[in-house]
């Protein structure tokens, strides 16, 4: 199967072979800050989010992304919008293309930014993460959006493995100690959440989206380094960008905000 994103139409096409693309509580969506609801119910439990330095285990280009991937030990997310505990398993991200201001998947008052990373959890009151991903509460996932400032040496302890990972399947461990609360921003206490999916195919209605309202800054030329990564594309392999989906409906939902 070619890339999703460049192959026919897209992300327009995918629901011919995933009908549920066009299902009532999909992601990515657009967070009108107008619209979204106070809760404070979601302060009342404050979300927990427990990282460490020894979860992340390898890094894999899984052919629309990076992957750093997490045996999810000392790693946990609770509280807030979550009845559960949920276990850390990986961190990817989704961006856009040179000189453009899309990249993001979800949106706020219409708005992209250059970026966006996905801290991915599964609920641990299932197996493993494979018989969680289909479940509505299976899975949990911290949105980061990336904006254009000063640099950030963490996540580009990540980026510098980025060249050791050219194409489609390769992997290669990390041997250093790398703490994904550093991708986290300044502030994590605001955030939007709602209940939505996967936002690559099979599109799996099985994701609380924790959506952090602060974005957290890296510089232009580490967002450059993003399209470093290669990716097979219908004329051959060439640099991976625009690999995300645009917002889609937000049908019958509202979407809940941890701040006043
Ligand atoms: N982009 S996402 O975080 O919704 C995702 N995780 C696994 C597959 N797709
Ligand atoms: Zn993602």
């Known amino acids: ?40 119910k979601l302060a009342a439990d404050p979300l927990t989010i427990r990282f ?26 609770s509280g807030g919008p979550l009845d559960s505990t949920y276990q850390f398993a990986q961190f990817h991200a989704h961006w856009g293309a040179y000189l453009k201001t899309t990249g993001s998947e979800h ?31 299976g899975l949990a996932v911290i949105a980061v959006f990336f904006k254009r400032g000063k640099e950030h040496p963490g996540f580009g302890k990540i980026q510098d493995l980025f060249s050791k990972i050219p194409a489609k399947g390769a992997k290669v461990n990390i041997d250093f100690e790398f703490n994904p609360g550093l991708l986290m921003p300044p502030d ?13 195919p099979p599109l799996y209605e099985s994701v609380t989206w924790i959506v952090m309202k602060e ?21 051959g392999v060439s640099q991976m960008y625009n690999n ?17």
């Open 52 to 77: 460490s330095d020894s979860c992340c285990q390898s890094i894999v280009n899984t052919g629309i992304s990076f992957q750093v991937t997490s045996n999810g030990a000392g790693c946990e997310l």
């Open 1 to 40: 199967r070619g890339n999703i994103y460049l192959s026919g139409a897209g992300p327009s096409a995918w629901h011919e072979e995933y009908p549920v693309a066009k299902g009532k509580r999909q992601s990515p969506v657009d967070i009108n800050t107008n619209k979204t609801k106070f809760d404070p």
């Open 215 to 235: 974005p957290l800054e890296v510089s232009v030329e580490q967002i450059a380094i993003l399209r470093t990564l290669l990716w097979e594309t219908p004329n």
């Open 188 to 200: 994590s206490e605001n955030y939007w959440t709602y209940l939505g999916s996967l936002t690559t």
């Open 107 to 137: 949106t706020v008052d219409g708005v992209s930014y250059p970026a966006e990373l996905h801290l991915v959890h599964w609920n641990t009151k299932y197996d493993d993460f494979k018989d969680a991903v289909d479940k509505p509460d």
């Open 244 to 260: 995300f989906r645009p917002p889609v409906p937000l049908r019958d939902r509202v979407i809940r905000a941890s701040f006043g």
